[in-house]
């Protein structure tokens, strides 16, 4: 069901059979410029015609709209199935086809609008400029257009068509419809100086007035730079490097399993203090970290792997903790790039304290991942005394975190979505404290298990 036209304004189009849907934009686009450069109604008209005619627009969508005062729908889909050609009003389409992805259907709308044994067919060939407009039906977002619009523009730059304009949103919408149209219109310089004329239309997108076609749409992600090797570690040998990646590599792993594990629990943790994802989001996190370790060794250099995990959190991880993550990663490797002695540990960890501190606007006692970490960054103050005992403070560390995970079921929450939450009904432990707790457990228990080698 190629629709060509409006048959709102037009007697000429309305004639045709044509009824209006997201071209009509285009067609009050054209004759509102013609008017305000003194066209006369019967040029307009007549030149609004002719861009009718060399039009098309194709809708797709995966259930009905939402008609105001009717509480049936229209038409009903199948949940594999999307329907295409139908109407703006509800109206169903001419073909339903099996769910498929975004540039499946955009290859199937674009063979349906420009066939030449349709009717209302547009004839765009190789060569042709054309408008492109994604409208939005009613409710979809802006990263789904994002998606069907690089589609569409991929798919018509394979067939050799030039896109000069891709317009990109809201233009003629339902209620609720989960779909959108696909508007080609045929233009030469004229009628694109047309386009792009200034208007005073709020809802009208400022796109550049160049071609999309020919313009650079990706860039490339940024290389990381070759780093030469640290030698601030223990030991300067090649071998002792090899041998601090494989232990930094079994630390990793078993945080990983502790908070694959512990998903389900962390999850129903959440779920009382708010959005019930903590689990899915530190699981995220550990299998990103495990698909990097099966890339290759972590370096050998603790800030260099700080460095790195709080990139890969940033990027992978998702949500809040992703983000304080990250930055307490960042904050900790900088005193570990001069030294790695005890005391610089404890260092790292007030830095990542410092900055979780800073940028979460969290702090101890306020019912948050800041809790377990603080206390265990109290306890590794010890670091910092001549013959400190390693594997003492690290116990008393970790034994602190849990202790404190634990005491926040009984803490009025001051930060992160449970501040939103009744304190009556907070009768959990954090579960960002928890898992925080059970990473700094699992870090203890492996390098006690290589300490009994």
């Known amino acids: ?110 063979d349906h609008m420009t066939n030449s044994s349709s009717v209302s067919h547009v004839s765009v060939q190789s060569g042709s400029s054309v408008v492109l407009m994604v409208n939005n039906l009613g409710g979809l977002s802006v990263l789904e257009l994002g998606i069907v619009a690089d589609a569409a523009v991929r798919t018509l730059e394979g067939r050799g068509v030039k896109v000069a304009r891709a317009l990109v949103g809201t233009f003629m919408s339902s209620l609720e419809m989960p779909g959108l149209s696909l508007t080609l219109l045929l233009v030469d310089e004229p009628l694109l100086k047309l386009i792009d004329a200034e208007t005073t239309a709020s809802a009208w997108p400022n796109t550049p007035k160049v071609f999309v076609t020919g313009r ?82 972590p370096p050998a250099s603790p800030a260099k792997m700080l460095s790195e995990l709080s990139l890969l959190l940033l990027e992978k991880m998702g949500g809040s903790s992703g983000a304080l993550y990250g930055l307490f990663l960042t904050a900790a490797a900088q005193p570990l790039k001069t030294s790695t002695d005890l005391p610089a540990w404890s260092a790292a960890m007030d830095a990542g304290l410092e900055a979780m501190k800073k940028y979460g606007k969290a702090a101890p006692g306020d019912r948050t991942m800041l809790d377990s970490l603080w206390a265990a960054g109290q306890e590794l103050q010890a670091l910092r005394h001549p013959n400190a005992n390693l594997f003492h403070i690290l116990t008393k560390a970790v034994e602190s975190a849990e202790a404190a995970a634990q005491a926040t079921k009984d803490m009025t929450a001051g930060a992160g979505r449970a501040s939103y939450i009744s304190s009556m009904k907070l009768d959990q432990p954090d579960p960002g404290a928890v898992a925080a707790a059970a990473i700094l457990r699992a870090i203890l228990e492996v390098l006690q298990n290589l300490e009994s080698l």
């Open 216 to 297: 650079k749409r990706t860039r490339a992600a940024p290389s990381r730079p070759s780093e030469a090797p640290d030698f601030t570690t223990e030991g300067t040998g090649p071998c002792c490097w090899g041998l601090l990646s494989k232990r930094m590599a079994l630390v990793l792993e078993r945080v990983c399993t502790t908070l694959l594990d512990l998903e389900e629990y962390l999850n129903a943790l959440d779920r009382v203090s708010g959005d019930g994802d903590c689990g899915t989001t530190h699981s995220r996190a550990a299998r990103a970290i495990q698909e990097q370790l099966r890339e290759g060794p």
């Open 1 to 110: 069901m190629v629709v060509i036209g409006d048959d709102c304004a037009f007697t000429t189009v309305r004639k045709a059979g044509r009824r209006g849907l997201c071209g009509t934009v285009l067609i009050h686009k054209v004759a509102g410029a013609l008017a305000e450069a003194g066209a006369g109604l019967k040029e307009i008209t007549e030149r609004v015609s002719v861009v009718a005619k060399a039009m098309g627009t194709l809708g797709v969508s995966l259930s009905f709209c939402s008609v105001p005062g009717s509480s049936k729908p229209t038409f009903n889909l199948a949940a594999d199935e999307v329907e295409l050609g139908l109407g703006i009003h509800g109206e169903a389409g001419v073909r339903r086809i099996k769910m498929a992805t975004a540039d499946q259907i955009v290859t199937l709308m674009l």
